[in-house]
DNA sequence: CAGTACCT
DNA sequence: ACAT
């Protein structure tokens, strides 16, 4: 279990190519529920560049006027969350060493050029529940550093099928997505890069 | 402060 | 830097 700075594990290759499309399969289904919308930074309104959607009894998004939050309906639809599937729970007990199950997944698709900026994952109330990640799809390059946006970051190459953790010392640790590599995995077809994201909100 | 532009 |  490599420890890339204190609490925070890489798990290469975690999840096997069967599984990987099985998880593909299960975010299609849940995206046909619960569709993709643009994230937008508080107060801007500018747009990131991923698009999201959530399952599980809480979903995090973040508008304009509000900010950045949980709430179990989805922002555009209305309608509560696609429930939480099995084998996320499954995934999640097997690497968090956590006794109570995640709350929310989010689901981020990233295109090819998408990005996301070095930030801390604090909307949490629970911040002794680690945050388990799951890569699906093409390479990226994964930024970690420490508790202070200036500590000084590692960058490291996540695949298909990887699982990084954030638990302990490296829960609140700034991290991001620097870049994405296209054409480096075959499991999407339209290319790019899903990344699920589980959390524990409430304590 | 989960972004981007525009520097050197 | 600007703006959050």
Redesign the pocket.
């Known amino acids: 279990m490599p420890q890339l700075s204190n609490g925070v594990r890489h798990f290469p290759e975690y999840l096997d190519r069967a599984r990987q499309e099985g998880l593909v399969e299960m975010i299609r289904s849940i995206v046909a529920e619960a569709p993709l919308f643009v994230p937008v930074?508080?107060?801007?309104g500018?747009?990131?560049?991923v698009r999201m959607t959530n399952c599980g009894p809480l979903g995090?998004v973040t508008d304009k006027e509000r900010g950045?939050r949980y709430q179990s309906t989805h922002p555009v639809t209305g309608m509560p969350w696609p429930a939480m599937p099995e084998v996320l729970l499954d995934i999640w007990n097997d690497v968090s060493g956590y006794g109570k199950p995640p709350q929310a997944c989010?689901i981020n698709f990233y295109s090819d050029d998408a990005?996301?900026?070095?930030?801390?994952?604090r909307?949490e109330r629970d911040l002794t529940a680690p945050v388990v990640s799951i890569s699906l799809g093409n390479n990226c390059l994964f930024r970690v550093g420490g508790l202070s946006r200036t500590d000084r970051t590692k960058s490291i190459k996540l695949t298909s099928g990887d699982i990084v953790v954030l638990g302990g010392e490296g829960r609140l640790c700034f991290h991001?997505v620097d870049r994405i590599y296209p054409a480096t995995s075959t499991l999407l077809k339209n290319g790019g890069r899903i990344n699920l994201t589980l959390r524990r909100v409430d304590p």
């Open positions: 930074m508080p107060g801007t500018r747009p990131m560049s995090w950045y989010l990005k996301m900026g070095l930030h801390q994952d909307d991001g």
